[in-house]
């Protein structure tokens, strides 16, 4: 089993940055795919960035693209998501998840789930 564990989220203005964190343990796989998904309250969980297990492929949701990184570190077997320029939209829960040999933006490749940070953007 794969235990996962965000940190980073907080309240932040308009325009601020935080930057995500998320630690991997336990059966834990330096192969896979991390991603991050976001849920906002009333609105289904949504992709927001994936990397693979060597940083070949990285993928993007369109509403943050230049303005969100995300990379990962193999030899701490932690992911981050580094997030500027935030806007009011990006309020939600930030989930880290791991899984996939394959990088994919599909929530339903990802087996292992953290609990979620909340990021919060004030206008």
């Known amino acids: 089993q794969v235990q996962l564990v965000e940190s980073g989220g907080g309240l932040v203005q308009a325009g601020g940055s935080l930057r995500l964190s998320c630690g991997a343990s336990?059966?834990?796989?330096?192969?896979?795919?991390m991603g991050w998904f976001r849920q906002a309250p009333g609105n289904e969980r949504e992709f927001v960035a994936a990397?693979?297990?060597?940083?070949?492929?990285?993928y993007y949701a369109d509403s943050v693209k230049g303005r969100f990184t995300i990379s990962r570190d193999n030899a701490k077997n932690m992911v981050y998501l580094q997030m500027n320029s935030l806007k009011p939209e990006d309020t939600a829960v930030y989930y880290c998840?791991?899984?996939?040999?394959?990088?994919?933006?599909?929530?339903?490749?990802?087996?292992?789930w953290g609990q979620g940070t909340q990021v919060t953007v004030s206008s």
């Open positions: 990397i693979s297990w060597n940083g070949g492929e990285i």
């Open positions: 336990g059966v834990f796989s330096r192969m896979y795919t």
């Open positions: 998840a791991a899984g996939p040999l394959i990088a994919t933006t599909k929530a339903n490749g990802y087996k292992n």
